[in-house]
Each structure stands twice: as C-alpha cells, then as structure tokens.
C-alpha cells in the first residue's frame, strides 16, 4: 500500500504544480497584453489547443 499512496501524492503535486505554472503563465499574458479583446482571442485558442 505504501508505495501506490506516495505515487498518487507524487501525481498529486506533479500536477499542481503544472496548473500553477499555467496560471502564472496567464497572469503574466493578462499583464503584457494591453488590449483584452485580443487578449481573449489569444486565452480561447491556446483552451481549445490545450484541450
């Protein structure tokens, strides 16, 4: 049992880890971009790529 549970902690923070990556990554693109009309096209072609 011992094993599986610390594989699924590894996972578990692996893919916070990810998602906060990704988050900051948009933060960062909300700052440097001024325009939000061209902003929000960019954020829904990097979702549909990204899913």
């Avoid at 049992?1 to 988050?23: E, Q």
């Avoid at 700052?31 to 990204?50: H, S, T, V, Y």
Wanted: include cysteine.
């Amino acid at each position: 049992m011992m094993p599986i549970n610390w594989l699924m902690v590894f996972f578990m923070c692996l893919f916070c880890l990810i998602m906060l990556i990704i988050l900051i990554n948009s933060l960062i693109l909300i700052f440097k971009m001024k325009d939000k009309k061209n902003f929000l096209d960019f954020l829904n072609k990097k979702w549909k790529w990204f899913w």
